[in-house]
């Protein structure tokens, strides 16, 4: 089984997944800084993975904030520990460089007792990836689309499989739901923030090819309510989990 983690960036949806029993949760530490939005406490059904978001920031923060950023993230590790089941390190290492990144991961796995995840980007190289399998239990793949161009095409995943396995390491795709392709039963995990489509689309039919096997398709006729057209989404994505665990 996959585990199909959705990005939940505010209290309305976070309301809205909980409402479906939807057990993957993904939040964004940006986001709940900056929205004042606090997840906690996780209910008992729930994973939850914290990333950093810094990513999504990267733009708009100043280089000599990022210490300072990272240093509230791992205070809100700490605070909130018990109702996290994984975190993801602060790769920005375009920003601040390898060092940095290893250095403020080895911080938040000697600070909290949390599994902490590290993050594979292209350019820390294929044996980089090998040394991560071998280090650690769960690691993060990182490198489908940067600008709409794929960092590392699918074609060459097998390769970083093949290594995970050797190392019995669990994978996780950030931002991997191509659902067409055989590839995605490789992932322990992904994550999406595609399923808020279903709210932005007042008639969007879906077709997902998944174990070769079709999901449902879904295809809203009239004007249904925002929030009716994000919980069916939150419904078609526990629907996939439910046909992946058969």
Known sequence: MVKIYLVVSNKSLQEIVRECRYPYLLYSFWYIKSS?????????????????GAHSIQQGVAKDDWDKFFKSYLTFLIENEKSIDY?????????????????WREELISSTNLPIIPVWHKKRGFNYWEEMCKKYDYVGF????????????????PKF????????????????????????????????????????????????????KSAPKYSFKGNLPTRERLRLGAI???????RWDK
Request: positive net charge; hydrophobic residues 40%.
């Open 142 to 157: 990182s490198g489908f689309l940067k600008r709409g161009v794929p960092e590392v095409p699918e074609k060459y995943l």
């Open 161 to 212: 499989f093949k290594v995970a396995d050797k190392y019995k390491t669990k994978v996780h795709g950030f931002g991997y739901t191509r659902f067409k392709s055989k590839l995605i039963c490789k992932f322990y995990s992904v994550d999406s923030s595609s399923w808020v489509n279903f709210a932005r689309f007042v008639s969007r039919p879906l077709f997902i090819s998944f174990k070769h």
């Open 236 to 242: 078609y994505y526990k629907h996939l989990l439910e």
């Open 87 to 103: 975190a993801v390190e602060l790769d920005i290492e375009e920003m601040v460089g390898m060092e940095k990144v290893e250095q």
């Open 36 to 52: 004042k939005f606090n997840p906690f406490p996780k209910l008992s059904y729930e994973t939850v993975m914290i990333d950093s």
